[in-house]
């Protein structure tokens, strides 16, 4: 925090996540350290870049009043460290004064104001950091090696279970042929018993209708002899 006769400036830093192509915005908080009107204007070296809001206001007795900074996007990497400079003014004024009241004329130290000023840096901060490079947990082993042990450990355990896998596949693709090769075998002797069963049936029919046709012509015989019979003795 920065702090001065009139305003306290948080942070004393403007810090902008930095990613090509995308705005980037950041905020700082002016506190009124007196119990008078305190006006405030914001400038940068830099105003095609960026845009505040607001770029100037009032801040009551004992408030705060925050103002946001807008960086536009980029379509180029920005050159380290940042050249961009922001100044903040204030001044005390009239008890009442307002926003609308603002003229560039009251930040004017030639009239004898006492115009208190800040100047602020602005910093770039990668939005995607580059993860840090992982140590070697025992003493004399190179950074990575732990990692391309467990890689390899890895390798190991799915070529492990892609054998596993393999042998259970063939192993259900057998079982899987068996079954197949009886029921087809099963399917074939069910249709040989139907055809057995169909020829019984016809060969008990046969029997049935040749022995009632011997029968019939016994007792006609039998009935001829009978009356052959009774006309001799007539």
């Known amino acids: 925090m920065s702090m001065g006769d009139l305003i306290s400036i ?112 602005v910093i770039y901060i990668p939005a995607n950091p580059p993860s840090p490079v992982p140590e070697g947990s025992e003493e004399g082993t190179p950074p990575g090696a732990s990692s391309q042990e467990n890689g390899n450990q890895n390798f190991e355990e799915v070529s492990r279970s892609l054998e596993d896998t393999k042998e259970k596949s063939s192993e259900a693709w057998s079982a899987i042929s068996k079954l197949t090769d009886e029921k087809s075998s099963a399917l074939q002797q069910n249709q040989r018993l139907r055809q057995e069963l169909e020829q019984i049936r016809k060969d008990i029919s046969k029997s049935r209708a040749g022995g009632f046709s011997l029968m019939f012509v016994m007792l006609v015989g039998l009935l001829g002899v009978l009356v052959g019979y009774f006309v001799k003795r007539g």
Do not use: W
């Not at 004393?12 to 405030?40: D, I």
């Not at 505040?52 to 009551?60: E, K």
């Open 10 to 121: 948080h942070p004393s830093e403007l810090k902008f996540p930095f990613e090509l192509r995308r705005q980037s915005s950041c905020s700082m908080q002016l506190t009124n350290n007196t119990e008078k009107y305190v006006a405030f204007k914001v400038k940068t070296t830099n105003p095609k870049k960026y845009c505040v809001r607001p770029n100037s206001g009032i801040v009551l007795p004992g408030s705060s009043c925050n103002v946001t900074v807008t960086m536009q996007a980029q379509k180029e990497a920005l050159p380290e460290p940042c050249r961009d400079k922001f100044l903040v003014q204030s001044v005390v004024t009239p008890d009442g004064t307002t926003s609308k009241d603002i003229t560039p004329e009251m930040f004017n130290k030639e009239d004898g104001r006492v115009v208190n000023e800040f100047k602020m840096r």
